[in-house]
């Protein structure tokens, strides 16, 4: 089984991943080819929430981790990164969040993440305030 999940929050607009476990490069890799195919499938822009379980382990690669993701798909939104309790991987997200065409931000919380993008966007805070 995968130390991951990718399913719609909102379909088809927000999609989320979530990450637990010990997570390789390699499960970056897949993650990152998946949530590739599922938003390049896509006609709009799709957002990303990036969730860590409270366990989770990411490999401290950054140059691999820098090359699995550069070059997003071209309608990739803004990417959230909910650290949850997780802070200590701060440093390795905001990384990886200057890679994603500083798209990517680092927030503490889902509510936080779903505030900024309703700041962002007229018809996701319609979406998301039908929840």
């Not at 088809?12 to 949530?35: C, F, S």
């Not at 409270?54 to 070059?71: C, G, M, Q, V, Y």
């Not at 990417?79 to 503490?108: E, W």
């Amino acid at each position: 089984k995968m130390p991951y999940e990718i399913f719609w929050y909102i379909e088809p607009h927000i999609l989320e991943v979530k990450y637990y476990g010990a997570v390789t490069v390699d499960d970056l890799r897949a993650a990152r080819g998946e949530i590739s195919d599922i938003v390049s499938a896509q006609s709009h822009d799709v957002y990303l929430l990036i969730t860590l379980g409270e366990k989770t382990k990411l490999p401290w690669d950054f140059r691999a981790t820098r090359n699995i993701f550069s070059n997003p798909p071209p309608n990739l939104g803004l990417s959230f990164i909910i650290l949850g309790s997780n802070t200590s991987f701060r440093i390795f997200f905001d990384t990886v969040g200057r890679v994603l065409r500083a798209n990517g931000r680092v927030v503490k919380d889902r509510e936080t993440a779903l505030r900024m993008l309703r700041e962002h966007s007229p018809a996701l805070k319609e979406l998301l305030d039908k929840q």
